[in-house]
């Protein structure tokens, strides 16, 4: 059905939601990244195949429907059984048949897959009274885990291309940007910058042409908020990126979507050729004269093509390279023609924006960072996943109360936001309220929304090496400061993990970061020291222990440690039997011996031990 009129579209949306209503259940599997990895497909199949020989009232094979990600990734995989909202986790394909059987048949819970609150032990049966999603506030991840991404029906019935029913009707292009400048809406992407003034500069810009581009290339280690909006919700993208076409008078616009993330560019291909069917993508969008089509373009993987102009470049053919931001992208993006480029969560926070306004959305978070964020949690923490929440809420809300804190009762240490060119923030900054200037203030950066979080086995020396050896390995070096004054900045900094540096080192590698911040020439390299700068402003105990004692505090670093059995060993056998190299030897229930000629220090005799019989030296 082509839609060639906005009414049409109306019309459309009743009889999506009609269908969808006339199913008294709905069983939602979801097939987000992890889940997907723990077997979901084949529970998908497995609920068709069952639902195929049986005849249950109410519940017929269309009742299943696949998902994008619901979010609590540790817990996966997961099934969601609609209105009731039955939740239940690490479900296998054996429980299928007992799930059709006692809850779609009988009515009936399956105790053993619903939620276990770990605090007070009672079960749980409605997802959203679980402390993990109950403090969420979901506008940009609004449809993932709802909709099938492949059915536009879904995304129609859930008001989908309302708001741009709306801005085709009723709205000029200026009303359009003024709506975005009112809402606060600032780059999710990591810089922050007012979307709405880049739309206002980019429309104010003579030209035969100009280009929308989104950016999908989301390197940042521990990130997959962007990832689970293009496989879980394609369309709201897309709708994002024609409202914004429309405002600025663009005819074409670029996905750039990295090559590790397949499985986003099928849904998107997939969606885009559905809109480009119903008239909703292309020629005369809904039959309002309006023309703007959308091309996927696929990114090799490299870290700096998350930077706008060197994205901009691969999205050319040419080599992905920053060029010196003296010359705007909104003035000479693509092809040296104005370009609009917003990330992935800010286009699919568009169409909310217009069709709930910009009053309704300044309302929400504070008033320098409006509206809510998504993050990915990962690292040491309970419940690793993706949620959205209100900019303004603390770190440790976040955390504690939606992430379910420390797991196996350590102490917190530290949490990196922003990427690999963030920083690490410690416990004394907990309570530090979530928005983009204040994270900044403190040492760190908002980023795309990565959040790693550290226990108190974390070594904060080895964490900045990790992250410096990640962005000398990504620099493209085309500039000096951030190819050579990284490489020895990493350098110096595994000179500090082997013991082997003295406090003329530190205080050299101070000097080089101010160095390599002032002078380079992209966003890579100008907060590349970042991971240093803030484990050495927080952590510099740490730093000197290494140093002066040659001791590593967190247990980490090889050179500084050895490992020891004590007498708290049970013999219980169980480091024996992971010992890659044959180290430890001794009998059941007896106590066992390291020999420190074979240990190798991998720490996997530490990781297994349940008796704190391993020491770390």
């Known amino acids: ?230 496989e879980g919700d394609p369309h709201s993208v897309l709708e994002g990126m024609i409202i914004c076409a429309f405002a600025i008078d663009s005819p074409e616009g670029y996905i750039y979507v990295r090559e590790e993330y397949p499985l986003a560019v099928v849904n998107l291909r997939n969606a885009i050729d559905a809109a480009r069917q119903h008239g909703l993508l292309g020629k005369d969008i809904m039959g309002s004269g309006f023309d703007f089509d959308i091309k996927i373009n696929r990114g090799g993987g490299a870290f700096v093509c998350g930077e706008s102009s060197a994205l901009m470049k691969s999205v050319a053919g040419e080599v992905g390279e920053p060029r010196a931001k003296y010359v705007r992208s909104v003035a000479k993006g693509l092809h040296d023609k104005p370009t609009v480029l917003n990330n992935v969560e800010s286009f699919a926070t568009i169409p909310v924006i217009i069709d709930k306004g910009a009053d309704w959305f300044a309302s929400i978070g504070t008033k320098k960072s409006t509206g809510t964020k998504a993050f990915s949690l990962a690292g040491k923490i309970t419940n690793t996943g993706l949620i959205e929440v209100p900019m303004g809420i603390t770190l440790r809300e976040i955390i504690y109360d939606i992430g379910g804190g420390i797991p196996e009762g350590r102490k917190f240490k530290a949490v990196q936001t922003g990427g690999p060119s963030g920083g690490c923030l410690p416990e004394a900054k907990l309570d530090l309220p979530v928005d983009f200037d204040t ?42 400061p951030c190819r050579e004054g990284l490489y020895q900045l990493h350098k110096l900094c595994v000179k500090i993990c082997e013991g082997k540096a003295d406090e003329d080192d530190l205080a050299l590698m101070e000097r080089l970061s101010k160095v390599i911040q002032t002078a380079s020439l992209c966003g890579l390299g100008t907060s590349g020291p970042n991971p240093f700068l803030s484990t050495v402003m927080y952590f510099r105990d740490e730093y000197l222990a290494h140093i002066r004692d040659r001791k590593c ?65």
């Not at 291309?161 to 009707?169: F, G, I, P, Q, R």
């Not at 992971?578 to 005799?605: F, M, R, W, Y």
Request: net charge positive; glycine share 10%.
């Open 1 to 230: 059905m082509r839609i060639d009129s906005t009414e049409k579209l109306g019309q459309w949306q009743k009889e999506c939601q009609k269908r969808i209503e006339a199913q008294k259940k709905r069983v939602l599997v979801c097939l987000g990244p992890g889940c997907l990895a723990g077997g979901s497909d084949q529970i998908l199949e497995e609920f068709k195949n069952i639902l195929a020989q049986k005849k249950i009232k109410d519940v017929t094979v269309e009742s299943i429907k696949k998902t994008g990600c619901h979010g609590l990734c540790a817990r996966g995989p997961l099934v969601v059984i609609e209105p009731e909202g039955i939740f239940y986790s690490k479900v296998k394909k054996a429980n299928v048949a007992e799930i059709v059987e006692k809850t779609l048949e009988k009515g009936e819970l399956v105790e053993k897959l619903l939620y276990t609150d770990p605090e007070s032990k009672k079960k749980i049966v409605d997802y959203k009274e679980i402390p993990f999603y109950a403090r969420q506030m979901k506008l940009s991840l609004r449809n993932v885990g709802q909709i099938d991404p492949d059915s536009i029906s879904d995304y129609i019935a859930r008001g989908g291309y309302a708001a741009l029913a709306k801005v085709l009707k009723s709205m000029k292009p200026a009303k359009v940007i003024d709506e975005v400048s009112r809402s606060g809406l600032r780059g999710r992407g990591g810089g922050g910058f007012s979307t709405g003034r880049k739309w206002a500069s980019c429309a104010k810009i003579e030209s035969d042409i100009r280009y929308v581009i989104c950016n999908g290339d989301e390197g940042d280690p521990g990130a997959f908020m962007d990832r689970c909006i293009m």
């Open 439 to 480: 994270l900044t203030e403190a040492g760190s950066m908002m980023g795309s929304g990565g959040m790693i979080i550290m226990d108190d086995r974390t070594c904060m020396v080895d964490v900045a090496r990790y992250f410096l050896n990640f962005l000398v390995e990504e620099s493209c070096g085309k500039c000096v």
């Open 553 to 617: 505090p967190g247990g980490v670093c090889k050179e500084l440690i050895t490992y020891s059995i004590n007498d708290k060993c049970t013999g219980c056998m169980a480091c024996i039997r992971v010992c890659p190299v044959n180290a430890i030897t001794g009998e059941k229930k007896k106590l066992h011996v390291l020999d420190q000629e074979l240990c190798t220090k991998c720490g996997s005799c530490y990781a297994v031990c349940n008796f704190d019989a391993i020491d770390i030296v």
